[in-house]
């Protein structure tokens, strides 16, 4: 065989082993479950007060800390660190939470829940479920519940 043949047939064989070797296990950090893109209405005493927006949560530079961020992307300004329980999906109560949206305002977590599978998005399509109430610093004694449903990303799906 020519040299050229040998080469062509040595980089065929090496991409078709390569191409049949198994997908690697995926690895997560500890907040996956409560992490994502959310659409979630805004609401005080049942009453809506803001229109169904997206909100993200994502787990901070230390995956291990027991908190999560939750940023609802400056719609109402709410921005922090929650502490949550990854093992019942939970939001642990917390007062004085600095809102790093807003200088100088904190925010006390009253609970809060992601409950997987039990949602149902625009469409109908079955998501995960989210749920938070708090209060904040700068309105006292009112009660703000964030719930909603998982970000699908269908079209069908968006608000």
């Known amino acids: 065989m020519k040299p050229i043949n040998i080469l062509a047939l040595l980089t065929v064989t090496v991409i078709l082993v390569a191409s049949c070797s198994e997908k690697p296990d995926i690895e997560y950090t500890s907040t996956y479950k409560m992490s994502g893109e959310w659409f979630i209405e805004l609401k005080v005493a049942g009453a809506p007060v803001a229109p169904f927006h997206k909100i993200i949560t994502y787990n901070t530079s230390d ?30 109560p917390a007062t004085a939470v600095p809102n790093d ?59």
């Open 63 to 92: 995956p291990n800390s027991g908190k999560i961020w939750f940023d609802d992307l400056n719609y109402w300004p709410f921005k922090g660190k929650l502490d949550v329980d990854y093992g019942t999906l939970s939001f642990k």
């Open 101 to 159: 949206a807003v200088a100088g305002e904190t925010i006390n977590v009253i609970e809060g829940k992601v409950l997987p599978g039990v949602g149902h998005s625009k469409s109908g399509n079955l998501v995960d479920s989210f749920y938070l109430k708090v209060e904040f610093s700068d309105d006292p004694g009112t009660e703000y519940e964030y719930g909603g449903h998982q970000r699908t990303g269908f079209f069908e799906d968006e608000y």
